[in-house]
């Protein structure tokens, strides 16, 4: 079965500190990308990559970066975490498309940070 | 990106069909649609998705008129375990193209 594996499934941070969300695919996607998703606001999309040592921003990117140093690996970081970062994040992974089969997104199950 | 809309929420009944159906009236002619599920502290769960007509598997069918404006997700004779978030999106999602969700319609199943 593919999976998209998120490396925890509930975090809590201390204010200010620097924290990684790390997510492994093992689909062989091309594209990964992270969400959080907060009561009321929905799944917003903060960062994506296309391709190893990608990356592009979604539409909330501030206070968050990324890295892509391997293909199957997506690490979301939270240079200094505050408390409005509290919410759950959830990586997601996608083939680049070139058949006639489709494919959808894959989730991973999520992180709930907690930053207090 | 073209936006979507759909209803907040919906109530039905096990063993009902149920039918959420899409406004996508921006649909681009490279876009496909997509219908995801998401349960409770669970990441969304691809449920279907096409292009054009009518597209069935073995969860649900996807209708989807000549104009592509919009597009309905049935869900046959639902049961408790299917309530969830149920979200539509158009884009290149063929192409690997990022998805932008909506509000989702909430789906309450009750007995």
């Known amino acids: 079965d593919v999976k998209v594996t998120q490396s925890s499934r509930y975090l809590v941070k201390r204010t200010g500190e620097k924290v990684f969300l790390e997510c492994v695919q093992d689909m062989d996607h091309e594209n990964m990308f992270w969400y959080r998703q907060d009561p009321g606001l929905g799944l917003r999309l903060i960062y994506f990559s296309y391709d190893v040592k990608m990356k592009e921003k979604g539409d909330i990117p501030e206070g968050y970066s990324v890295s892509r140093e391997k293909k199957e690996r997506f690490s979301l970081i939270l240079e200094s975490a505050s408390t409005n970062q509290t919410s759950m994040y959830l990586c997601?992974?996608?083939?680049?498309?070139?058949?006639?089969?489709?494919?959808?997104?894959?989730f991973g199950s999520g992180t709930r940070l907690t930053v207090v | 990106l073209a936006k979507t809309t759909q209803p907040i929420s919906m109530d039905s009944y096990e063993g009902q069909e149920v039918n959420i159906t899409c406004s996508h009236n921006n649909i681009a002619t490279n876009d496909y649609i997509t219908w995801y599920q998401q349960f409770p502290s669970q990441g969304p769960r691809f449920i279907i998705q096409g292009y054009k007509t009518k597209v069935t598997n073995e969860v649900a069918s996807l209708f989807i008129p000549a104009d592509r404006k919009s597009s309905t997700l049935s869900l046959p004779r639902v049961s408790l375990s299917d309530t969830a978030v149920y979200y539509c999106?158009?884009?290149?999602?063929?192409?690997?193209?990022?998805?932008?969700f909506g509000q989702g319609t909430e789906l309450s199943v009750k007995p």
């Open positions: 999106l158009v884009g290149e999602d063929n192409q690997g193209g990022k998805l932008i």
């Open positions: 997601a992974s996608s083939f680049s498309g070139g058949r006639e089969q489709l494919y959808g997104y894959t």
